[in-house]
T-cell receptor, first 113, second 112 residues
Framework: DARVTQTPRHKVTEMGQEVTMRCQPI?????VFWYRQTMMQGLELLAY????????DSGMPKDRFSAEMPDATLATLKIQPSEPRDSAVYFC???????????FGQGTRLTVV | AQSVTQLDSQVPVFEEAPVELRCNYS??????LFWYVQYPNQGLQLLLK??????LVKGINGFEAEFNKSQTSFHLRKPSVHISDTAEYFC??????????FGAGTTVTVRA
């Protein structure tokens, strides 16, 4: 069945290293969201795209985070350099203009040591 | 701007008992309302959504929610819970662009 696929599922990295998280949205979905989940802040919207164009990335720290959609089947979230405070679960979700529902991936659990 | 308040952070409940999870929202525009469930180490799954029309919304797994515009609430209910309903539940609000703003979540623990 159709699902949002995120890779990797888990990532442990050292402070200062670059981290790239990938998301394959459901085929045909034209909207992609990136959320971050932490115990302290809960679920926060980092950025979202429609038809591969970034519409809002105001939730993302601009100095170290970047989000892109190289093509309709791939969204990436990059952190460079990573810091311990970036440790969280990062979720990708996709949807369309018609179904009003965001379908979530399983998430990438990032630990920065 | 929109925001969501989930009034209970933890709700313990016995198996086969009813449960209600409370959610209040604030928004300056018309909104869409959602309840999502998150099982341990999983993503979020949609339980139900209110877009328009009937204020009583039925979802999956026997859950339902009632939209109350005057009280700006969207409480989630289930008449009889199972052990498998143990999870975290998130209320969310979105605008026309479907960007979700989530509440802090309610952890439901079902005991035998």
């Amino acid at each position: 069945d159709a699902r949002v696929t995120q890779t990797p599922r888990h990532k442990v990295t050292e402070m200062g290293q670059e981290v790239t998280m990938r998301c394959q949205p459901i085929l045909g979905h034209n909207t992609v969201f990136w959320y971050r989940q932490t115990m302290m802040q809960g679920l926060e919207l980092l950025a979202y795209f429609r038809n591969r164009a970034p519409l809002d990335d105001s939730g993302m720290p601009k100095d170290r985070f970047s989000a892109e959609m190289p093509d309709a089947t791939l969204a990436t979230l990059k952190i460079q350099p990573s810091e311990p405070r970036d440790s969280a679960v990062y979720f990708c979700a996709s949807g369309t203009d018609r179904n009003t529902e965001a379908f979530f991936g399983q998430g990438t659990r990032l630990t920065v040591v | 701007a929109q925001s969501v308040t989930q009034l209970d952070s933890q709700v313990p409940v016995f198996e086969e008992a009813p449960v209600e999870l409370r959610c209040n929202y604030s928004s300056s525009v018309s909104v869409y309302l959602f309840w999502y469930v998150q099982y341990p180490n999983q993503g979020l799954q949609l339980l139900l959504k209110y877009l328009s029309g009937s204020t009583l919304v039925k979802g999956i797994n026997g859950f339902e929610a009632e939209f109350n515009k005057s009280q700006t609430s969207f409480h989630l209910r289930k008449p009889s819970v199972h052990i498998s309903d143990t999870a975290e539940y998130f209320c969310a609000v979105s605008d026309y662009d479907y960007k979700l703003s989530f509440g802090a979540g309610t952890t439901v623990t079902v005991r035998a």
